[in-house]
């Protein structure tokens, strides 16, 4: 044998970690268990090959025909996958399967010079199979869609197929009968055992059949594999339409107990039919012969029933995302809470000490603390100011830390908009920005009225009408619109600034984003618009922008109509 050079996957570097290094870091965690790690698993898997490769042969040759279903490589390829990794063990597990394999053909009947060539075509598709899933599946992981996939193609379908080349020409002198016909026999053989078994092996690990831990979970998959057996009996008592019940009640199963009871499940159908068939039961068994009915039956599983697997793996996938998506909410709700809650004990940490500066800025520059000089008052006032901008912070910190938290109640009832429109162009009017612009209101349309809380609305409103005077004053008009449509109000505030760019749209909205403008010298702290666009929500509307470069800027929002 000189088989290991080919097996020859050994430990990283000390310093280098080499690709299979880096592999088995990212191996699933059951492969370090040490179940799989102890040294009776090669003795027993041994002896289990051993008996299995006997049963079949035996079994098949009394039949006069070929074994339909070839568990043994299955079987191999499982242990041989979940045991480790390392040049040591990969050859003591080789020879191992060489010398158990080559026992089971010899207690089986066969001479031993067919003995070691079939023996030596087993082991070909066992390290090939080993080598492919290693290459295209390396965290072996089958219970994702891609990493089934590739196991069944390259683990499973394409492994045997050099394998039953060779055997069916060793076998050819032996008069197994047309090397085709052995060929395909060997072939889907073989692919069905590293298939099913093949899977079911992998898939058994602690986190799949954590899913059977509870009694009731327990009870259904028995239920389900029960039906399956039902059906699957009456399909060897000749009914041909056992298909059409099967593969519903397969997918039952994919939903229900995930990879590892499809597998098994798999298995069980294999196993019947395949094994029915070269007892000569199944549909059309009186105008078959058995290596046809063999046939038929492996096509059924392989075509018919093989690809529900990819449906369980997709669905376990499924579950997968959705569970990490759920976490990922919860935390991300608990993160909101803690920051709603934080930006809430900030401003009202902020507030008291902040009313204390303005009080204390307002006596000194009236004179109030003593006399004063008029650089001194100059002092004063700018000092009050910055505190007054502190101070408008903190309120919008706490008006955002409630918006978030859902602490935030409003009165809907009908609202003249025609009249709030007017009372905040009132109190723009007065603001040094509003000096040299032309502030207009605009109502287009009767019975402006609309369901909203008076009090939240006009905040929002004098919010985007103090930014239409900031950010858009230079066209020298802002315009407050409203119209009405069919079943809401829309309300419009206009300006003929420079506008936004679409990526400055797409982060208007978003808490503290000041689109650039933080060195600007115009004041900012970037909440007004996460504060307007909450409220208006919480007023059952919505809110938005259109605008683009050169052109102004038109912030809408729309309520409902009362």
């Known amino acids: 044998m000189t088989m290991s050079p080919v097996l020859d996957i050994d430990a990283a570097k000390p310093l280098t970690p080499s ?49 339909g279903l070839w568990g043994v490589c299955g079987v191999a390829v499982a242990v041989w996958l979940r045991t480790g990794w ?44 080993i080598l492919l899933a290693r290459r295209f599946v390396p965290n072996l992981d089958v219970s994702s869609l891609s990493g089934a996939a590739r196991f069944l193609i390259f683990g499973a379908v394409l492994s045997p197929i050099p394998a039953g080349l060779f055997a069916a020409a060793v076998l050819a002198p032996f008069g197994s009968g047309d090397v085709f016909e052995t ?47 039902v059906v699957q009996y009456i399909g060897l008592s000749g009914l041909s339409a056992v298909g059409v019940v099967m593969i519903p009640l397969l997918l039952c199963v994919a ?8 597998a098994f499940s798999l298995l069980v159908v294999t196993v019947l039919s395949v094994g029915g068939a070269m007892l000569g039961y199944g549909p059309q068994a009186d105008d078959m012969t058995r290596t046809q009915l063999v046939m038929m039956a492996q096509i059924q599983v392989l075509a018919g029933y093989m690809p529900i697997l990819l449906v369980a793996a997709l669905l376990e996938e499924r579950d997968r995302f959705a569970d990490r998506a759920r976490t990922g909410q919860i935390r991300a709700e608990r993160a909101s809470e803690s920051k709603s809650r934080l930006l809430a004990n900030v401003a009202h940490e902020i507030k008291s000490p902040v009313a204390g500066v303005i009080g204390i800025g307002n006596l000194w520059s009236t004179g109030q603390l003593g006399p004063v000089t008029p650089q001194q008052t100059e002092m004063a006032d700018m000092l009050v100011k910055t505190a007054r901008q502190v ?48 502030l207009q209101v605009v109502c287009e349309g009767e019975g402006l009225i609309a369901i909203a809380d008076s009090q939240r609305l006009m905040q929002v409103i004098d919010n985007l009408t103090t930014n239409a005077l900031k950010y858009g004053g230079s066209g020298g008009r802002v315009v407050l619109r409203a119209l009405s449509a069919e079943d809401h109000v829309r309300i419009e505030v206009i300006d003929f600034g420079p506008g936004l760019s679409l990526e400055k749209q797409a982060q208007l909205f978003e808490p503290f984003n000041r689109l650039g403008l933080e060195r600007s010298g115009i004041e900012g702290h970037g909440v007004g618009l996460a504060i307007a666009k909450r409220l208006v929500e919480l007023q059952d509307g919505s809110i938005g922008v259109v605008s683009a470069p050169g052109q102004g800027a038109i912030f809408w929002l729309t309520l409902p109509h009362a």
């Open 391 to 438: 101070e408008t912070l903190a309120h919008d910190l706490l008006d955002l830390a409630r918006a978030e938290s859902g602490a935030i109640k409003v009165d809907l009832r009908p609202t003249d908009v025609a009249g709030l429109l007017e009372d905040v162009r009132l109190s723009a009017r007065i603001r040094p920005e509003a000096q040299a612009i032309d």
């Open 183 to 229: 060929f395909k026999t060997w072939w889907f053989g073989h692919a069905l055992g590293l298939a099913v078994i093949g899977t079911l092996g992998l898939a058994l690990t602690p986190s799949t059949l954590s899913r059977f831990s509870r009694p009731g979970a327990i009870l259904e998959a028995a239920v389900l594999l029960a039906g399956v057996l």
């Open 19 to 67: 690709p299979s290094a880096a592999l088995r870091m990212q191996a699933p965690e059951w492969k370090g268990e040490a179940v799989f790690a102890h040294p009776l698993v090669p003795v027993i898997t041994g002896v289990c090959i051993a008996i299995l490769a006997a049963t079949s042969i035996g079994w098949a040759r009394s039949l006069d025909l070929i074994t």
């Open 86 to 129: 390392g040049r040591r063990h990969d050859t003591a597990f080789a020879v191992v399967l060489t010398i158990s394999i080559l026992i089971g053909e010899l207690i089986a009947g066969y001479k031993p010079a067919l003995s070691v060539m079939l023996a030596l075509a087993n082991m070909v598709e066992i390290i090939g199979a």
């Open 255 to 262: 939903v229900r107990t995930g990879v590892a009871g499809t």
